[in-house]
């Protein structure tokens, strides 16, 4: 058990996937690492800007991704109404793939499941049905902030998170994954180690039916942070994880890295988020994902102030934190 508060680690939570998503704006999508090695050095330690005519050039060192831009637009909604309330939500939304042109390089990068959505909502700027295919790890990224803000109601959460998901991820799997690590991180909030998860976290899935046919996904970072732990098993140096269990951008390689890593260092925050940004690939959101789960386990208040300080959008995103973990008890029971 750690001594900080439910509040303290559900802004850990927060900010810890921000700060991921940030440290890989700049290094992001290396598949070839010797090059990663040569335009960023041995070993990433903060954050960075991107090399010329790669993806998210134009951007500055800590600035956020189109993917930051829409967990941040969900944590000032949830703020704001002080519940999730979809209309206001897909109303910010709605700004924003106005400026869209439905290519890849449309605003800050825009992935796949984004120009999906955006093939989808722009006829006639609905959100029936917009939800695509796509098996990328946004959804479950940006549903830290539910995890954050529901972590008191996890039954709760459980349902108003796969709405979200489901506005731009419908693919099945990929949604119950998404849920999956959206029910872990609450699960840290609620200071349940990962290693014990599959206690609470299917039971909360219930009401969603998603266990019925998806069942081991929810008890998979309980499985994955136990050989985490295992003594025969010794991945060093750790960035190697990523390489295990896959660098391109399906959740399903991208979640579990995170869930190794957590497990791997459970008391700190720097050495896992980092593995994640060193081990290449898709290190943005395996890093944003990592850090979610980081932040939870250690809690704000350990997070190093380098990467609060660095962080272009902290002036925003530490008092939006603050508020919507504002009514979070300090002790839960399972």
């Given at each position: 058990?750690?001594?900080?508060?439910a509040?303290?680690?559900?802004?850990?939570?927060?900010?810890?996937c921000?700060?991921?998503?940030?440290?890989?704006?700049?290094?992001?999508?290396?598949?070839?690492?010797?090059k990663?090695?040569?335009?960023?050095?041995?070993?990433?330690?903060?954050?960075?800007?991107?090399?010329?005519?790669?993806?998210?050039?134009?951007?500055?060192?800590?600035?956020?991704?189109?993917?930051?831009?829409?967990?941040?637009?969900?944590?000032?909604?949830?703020?704001?109404?002080?519940?999730?309330?979809?209309?206001?939500?897909?109303?910010?939304?709605?700004?924003?793939?106005?400026?869209?042109?439905?290519?890849?390089?449309?605003?800050?990068?825009t992935?796949?499941?984004?120009?999906?959505?955006?093939?989808?909502?722009?006829?006639?700027?609905?959100?029936?049905?917009?939800?695509?295919?796509?098996?990328?790890?946004e959804?479950?990224?940006?549903?830290?902030?539910?995890?954050?803000?529901?972590a008191?109601?996890?039954?709760?959460?459980?349902?108003?998170?796969?709405?979200?998901?489901?506005?731009?991820?419908?693919?099945?799997?990929?949604?119950?994954?998404?849920?999956?690590?959206?029910?872990?991180?609450?699960?840290?909030?609620?200071?349940?180690?990962?290693?014990k998860?599959?206690?609470?976290?299917?039971?909360?899935?219930?009401?969603?039916?998603?266990?019925?046919?998806?069942?081991?996904?929810?008890?998979?970072p309980?499985?994955?942070?136990?050989?985490?732990?295992?003594?025969?098993?010794?991945?060093?140096?750790?960035?190697?994880?990523?390489?295990?269990?896959?660098?391109?951008?399906?959740?399903?390689?991208?979640?579990?890295?995170?869930?190794?890593?957590?497990?791997?260092?459970?008391?700190?925050?720097?050495?896992?988020?980092?593995?994640?940004?060193?081990?290449?690939?898709?290190?943005?959101?395996?890093?944003?994902?990592?850090?979610?789960?980081?932040?939870a386990?250690?809690?704000f208040?350990?997070?190093?102030?380098?990467?609060?300080?660095?962080?272009?959008?902290?002036?925003?995103?530490v008092?939006?934190?603050?508020?919507?973990?504002?009514?979070?008890?300090?002790?839960?029971?399972?």
């Amino acid at each position: 058990m750690h001594t900080h508060t439910a509040r303290d680690r559900a802004m850990g939570a927060v900010v810890g996937c921000f700060i991921g998503d940030a440290l890989g704006v700049g290094p992001h999508w290396y598949y070839n690492l010797q090059k990663m090695r040569q335009d960023y050095g041995e070993w990433i330690s903060n954050y960075t800007a991107p090399k010329e005519k790669r993806w998210h050039a134009g951007l500055k060192p800590g600035d956020s991704s189109q993917t930051g831009q829409v967990a941040l637009m969900l944590l000032e909604s949830l703020a704001c109404t002080h519940t999730y309330n979809q209309h206001d939500f897909t109303s910010r939304m709605n700004d924003l793939l106005e400026t869209l042109d439905g290519t890849s390089h449309g605003g800050r990068m825009t992935d796949i499941a984004m120009r999906e959505l955006w093939k989808a909502w722009r006829p006639e700027k609905s959100w029936v049905n917009t939800g695509s295919w796509a098996d990328t790890a946004e959804a479950a990224i940006r549903s830290t902030m539910l995890a954050a803000a529901y972590a008191h109601t996890p039954e709760k959460l459980a349902e108003v998170a796969l709405t979200n998901i489901r506005l731009t991820h419908n693919e099945p799997l990929i949604s119950a994954q998404s849920l999956a690590f959206c029910l872990v991180v609450c699960a840290l909030i609620r200071d349940i180690p990962l290693e014990k998860t599959r206690t609470v976290v299917p039971s909360w899935a219930e009401t969603t039916g998603l266990t019925n046919f998806f069942y081991d996904t929810f008890i998979q970072p309980d499985l994955i942070a136990a050989a985490a732990q295992n003594p025969n098993i010794h991945i060093d140096p750790p960035l190697h994880v990523c390489q295990l269990f896959g660098l391109p951008c399906q959740l399903g390689f991208m979640a579990p890295a995170a869930y190794f890593l957590a497990a791997s260092f459970q008391n700190e925050f720097e050495m896992p988020v980092l593995s994640a940004i060193n081990g290449g690939g898709n290190n943005m959101a395996r890093a944003a994902l990592t850090g979610a789960l980081a932040g939870a386990q250690v809690g704000f208040s350990n997070i190093p102030k380098r990467f609060i300080d660095g962080l272009q959008d902290a002036i925003a995103i530490v008092p939006l934190a603050e508020k919507i973990t504002e009514n979070l008890s300090t002790e839960f029971g399972a």
